[in-house]
């Protein structure tokens, strides 16, 4: 708990590094994978997306079953032991993976170890503080900090591992890195003498948490490898969070609640198909036809850009703390100014392939690309956090948990859909051109700036009916 002589629990720096490493090394596979697929193992676009986006969506899915493994079975610090393993494995597996289906196994590795490791190292960390502790939202964001500093520097260092050194590289420096992280979190735990929050622990609670752990990782497998499971899956996922979402509500108000909520889910799934084309279609139109000098003299990798992301949610996040201190904004307002600005992101993109000249062979100018990514990163900012603000506030008592898992459910959800409608800008196999390849992304970025604006019509109405269902409540 927190010391009266310090401001903020030891367990702090110890939590921020251990997940810094994690999401450096996560970034470093994010911004790649979609790259190995298609160049390693000779995919086309299409199959590739949808890849890469059940395994996206798989991330966040495990992270609920990971949440169960801690709360019930072995603890947070446990879990998160237990994570670090699982993907140092995960990591080490892809460098040796010489086939697609191994190279999914390892995946659905990395998914479940993904899910151990970043939901529990959170949650320690909020058990470490005091219920009425005022240093609490702090030092979450000073852990925000760190998980924003891991994923900067592996996106800018993953293009250039990738470039100099291959893919394999990419893998062993994350399994590196994991080790790091975990050893880090192991040593710390016991030199800071940190608290245990569940001490009885047996043999058999650790085959369970094994057990259970195996069995996120195949379902990973089978989802990511089999694109027809995939579908049937998440259509399920999808039924199960409708029953978790209802179940709780006892009268008219809380149903009203949970319909309020059911809104801004469906909602979300737009702005996570939208967002997660960074590291699909984005990615790809970067490579292919973008010119990677910035500010005109400086030449980054394609994973780079992604970095210009997390610089502004590092950036943002300060001034919009401080905004929201001294401004009352309703939440549904911010999210609907979230949902705005993601309409301007693809709209920068055209603005950019038209100055190029859509029937030319001139690069896209990557100025326009680092203007998209922030704009796409302050609305990550007012989209992000309001989702995880509004399941604490309309959960009727005692589905709070259930509400913030079914936010990261929601997450998976979008990153499943971002996988399909990616295919919109997938190139025909054989397509080179330069100008072919502009009037197919010009063409796809059309349609994605169409799914932002009826987002955006979709919160204004949504905004309207919540206000009218939950008056002061909303």
């Given at each position: 708990?927190?010391?009266?002589?310090?401001?903020?629990?030891?367990?702090?720096?110890?939590?921020?590094?251990?997940?810094?490493?994690?999401r450096f090394g996560y970034m470093l596979i994010s911004t790649t994978v979609i790259f190995i697929l298609i160049q390693r193992f000779n995919l086309d676009d299409s199959r590739a997306n949808i890849i890469v986006g059940s395994f996206t969506a798989i991330l966040y899915i495990t992270s609920v079953l990971a949440g169960q493994i801690a709360d019930k079975i072995i603890g947070y610090y446990r879990s998160v032991i237990l994570g670090g393993i699982v993907l140092v494995i995960g990591y080490s597996y892809l460098a040796l993976a010489q086939?697609?289906?191994?190279?999914?196994?390892?995946?659905?590795?990395?998914?479940?170890?993904?899910?151990?490791?970043?939901?529990?190292?959170?949650?320690?960390?909020?058990?470490?503080?005091?219920?009425?502790?005022?240093?609490?939202?702090?030092?979450?964001?000073?852990?925000?900090?760190?998980?924003?500093?891991?994923?900067?520097?592996?996106?800018?260092?993953?293009?250039?591992?990738?470039?100099?050194?291959?893919?394999?590289?990419?893998?062993?420096?994350?399994?590196?890195?994991?080790?790091?992280?975990?050893?880090?979190?192991?040593?710390?735990?016991?030199?800071?003498?940190?608290?245990?929050?569940?001490?009885?622990?047996?043999?058999?609670?650790?085959?369970?948490?094994?057990?259970?752990?195996?069995?996120?990782?195949?379902?990973?497998?089978?989802?990511?490898?089999?694109?027809?499971?995939?579908?049937?899956?998440?259509?399920?996922?999808?039924?199960?969070?409708?029953?978790?979402?209802?179940?709780?509500?006892?009268?008219?108000?809380?149903?009203?609640?949970?319909?309020?909520?059911?809104?801004?889910?469906?909602?979300?799934?737009?702005?996570?198909?939208?967002?997660?084309?960074?590291?699909m279609s984005l990615n790809l139109f970067i490579e292919r036809v973008v010119d990677h000098k910035i500010l005109g003299f400086i030449s980054i990798p394609t994973q780079a850009f992604v970095a210009f992301n997390n610089i502004t949610i590092l950036i943002g996040g300060v001034f919009l703390g401080i905004l929201w201190k001294?401004?009352?904004?309703?939440?549904?307002?911010?999210?609907?100014?979230?949902?705005?600005?993601?309409?301007?992101?693809?709209?920068?993109?055209?603005?950019?392939?038209?100055?190029?000249?859509?029937?030319?062979?001139?690069?896209?100018?990557?100025?326009?690309?680092?203007?998209?990514?922030?704009?796409?990163?302050?609305?990550?900012?007012?989209?992000?956090?309001?989702?995880?603000?509004?399941?604490?506030?309309?959960?009727?008592?005692?589905?709070?948990?259930?509400?913030?898992?079914?936010?990261?459910?929601?997450?998976?959800?979008?990153?499943?859909?971002?996988?399909?409608?990616?295919?919109?800008?997938?190139?025909?196999?054989?397509?080179?051109?330069?100008?072919?390849?502009?009037?197919?992304?010009?063409?796809?970025?059309?349609?994605?700036?169409?799914?932002?604006?009826?987002?955006?019509?979709?919160?204004?109405?949504?905004?309207?009916?919540?206000?009218?269902?939950?008056?002061?409540?909303?």
């Amino acid at each position: 708990m927190s010391n009266s002589s310090l401001k903020h629990p030891k367990a702090l720096p110890i939590c921020f590094l251990t997940e810094m490493w994690e999401r450096f090394g996560y970034m470093l596979i994010s911004t790649t994978v979609i790259f190995i697929l298609i160049q390693r193992f000779n995919l086309d676009d299409s199959r590739a997306n949808i890849i890469v986006g059940s395994f996206t969506a798989i991330l966040y899915i495990t992270s609920v079953l990971a949440g169960q493994i801690a709360d019930k079975i072995i603890g947070y610090y446990r879990s998160v032991i237990l994570g670090g393993i699982v993907l140092v494995i995960g990591y080490s597996y892809l460098a040796l993976a010489q086939d697609l289906f191994t190279f999914c196994v390892a995946l659905g590795v990395v998914c479940s170890g993904t899910g151990l490791l970043k939901t529990n190292v959170g949650s320690y960390l909020g058990h470490s503080y005091d219920a009425s502790d005022t240093h609490r939202q702090s030092g979450f964001t000073i852990f925000y900090v760190g998980i924003n500093i891991g994923a900067l520097v592996g996106n800018i260092m993953a293009g250039y591992i990738y470039k100099y050194l291959g893919g394999s590289a990419i893998f062993i420096t994350s399994a590196f890195m994991l080790i790091v992280g975990t050893l880090t979190f192991y040593f710390g735990f016991k030199l800071m003498n940190l608290k245990l929050y569940r001490r009885e622990v047996t043999i058999y609670s650790w085959i369970a948490a094994i057990v259970l752990t195996l069995i996120g990782a195949i379902i990973g497998v089978i989802v990511i490898y089999n694109p027809n499971v995939s579908s049937v899956f998440f259509a399920l996922v999808i039924i199960f969070s409708l029953f978790v979402l209802f179940k709780g509500a006892k009268g008219s108000q809380d149903f009203k609640k949970a319909l309020s909520y059911l809104v801004f889910l469906f909602i979300a799934v737009f702005f996570w198909a939208l967002y997660n084309q960074l590291f699909m279609s984005l990615n790809l139109f970067i490579e292919r036809v973008v010119d990677h000098k910035i500010l005109g003299f400086i030449s980054i990798p394609t994973q780079a850009f992604v970095a210009f992301n997390n610089i502004t949610i590092l950036i943002g996040g300060v001034f919009l703390g401080i905004l929201w201190k001294k401004v009352n904004i309703l939440d549904v307002y911010k999210y609907l100014t979230g949902m705005f600005l993601l309409v301007f992101m693809f709209t920068t993109l055209i603005v950019g392939i038209h100055l190029s000249g859509k029937s030319t062979t001139q690069l896209v100018n990557g100025n326009w690309v680092v203007l998209s990514y922030i704009i796409l990163a302050l609305a990550e900012l007012f989209v992000s956090a309001i989702g995880l603000s509004l399941a604490t506030r309309l959960a009727p008592k005692g589905q709070v948990g259930g509400y913030m898992g079914l936010w990261l459910v929601n997450m998976g959800v979008g990153g499943y859909v971002a996988g399909v409608i990616a295919n919109v800008a997938a190139i025909p196999e054989g397509v080179t051109n330069i100008i072919e390849l502009k009037q197919v992304y010009l063409g796809s970025f059309n349609i994605f700036s169409i799914i932002g604006v009826v987002a955006f019509v979709l919160t204004v109405f949504a905004v309207v009916l919540i206000k009218k269902l939950l008056g002061e409540e909303a």
